[in-house]
């Protein structure tokens, strides 16, 4: 049997774990991002997931430990940005935040589309801020997800992008009843919205080919 990378090991072990992590300050009614940006002091929680998580995961521990020396320096990061702001995460390609009630799973339909929204890296930062914080109080769509600062063999340049998810894009009211709010958050310039139904085949931009579903 193949050897496993130990480096790959801990990519996965670092994204399961800030999912477990997001997920359980959720269920005690908090959201990390809000933590890391009051400046609150959440250690104990952290060492508590992280030992759940260690016991349902440990091979996948063991690799993040052996990466980081110890939890002390993964908790530091993330209270540094690590998984909150796009340009502080290196860990991973992306940070979600899905909308109050929403299943996580839902963004992954092929009812589904999003909305498109391609940014400077230094404006990247408080864009996320924006939309995200519109997902949590349930006025944009179903989820949203923002690139990261971990470079990502699959981008074409260094730009970053927001997706602002919405459940149906047959639901043309609701798609453009987002797209308002996007204006209404700033966001004026003309966008592209895609169905998943395009992104699961696999049909991307390219020249004199129309994968945008709408545009506004």
């Known amino acids: 049997m193949a050897e496993v990378d130990p480096e790959a090991l801990a990519d996965v072990g670092y994204g399961i774990f800030e999912h477990l992590l997001n997920k359980g300050l959720r269920a005690q009614g908090k959201y990390l991002f809000a933590l890391v940006e009051q400046g ?59 909308a109050p009630e929403s299943h996580p799973e839902a963004i992954e339909d092929e009812n589904a589309g999003k909305w498109l929204i391609f940014l400077e890296p230094d404006r990247a930062d408080a864009s996320w801020k924006k939309v995200r914080d519109a997902t949590v109080e349930g006025t944009l769509g179903i989820s949203t997800k923002v690139s990261t600062a971990k470079p990502n063999p699959e981008s074409r340049d260094n730009q970053k992008v927001i997706y602002v998810y919405t459940k149906d894009w047959a639901d043309e009211t609701d798609v453009m009843r987002v797209r308002q709010t996007l204006k209404d958050l700033g966001f004026v310039d003309r966008i592209g919205y895609k169905r998943n139904i395009e992104t699961f085949a696999g049909e991307y931009a390219k020249k004199g080919k129309r994968v945008t579903y709408y545009s506004a």
């Open 40 to 98: 609150v002091n959440f250690s104990q929680e952290f060492g508590i997931m992280f030992q759940q998580f260690s016991g349902e995961y440990p091979q996948l521990a063991d690799a993040l430990t052996k990466r980081f020396k110890d939890i002390d320096t993964i908790y530091g990061m993330i209270r540094a940005g690590e998984g909150v702001l796009p340009s502080k995460t290196t860990q991973m390609y992306w940070i979600v935040q899905d």
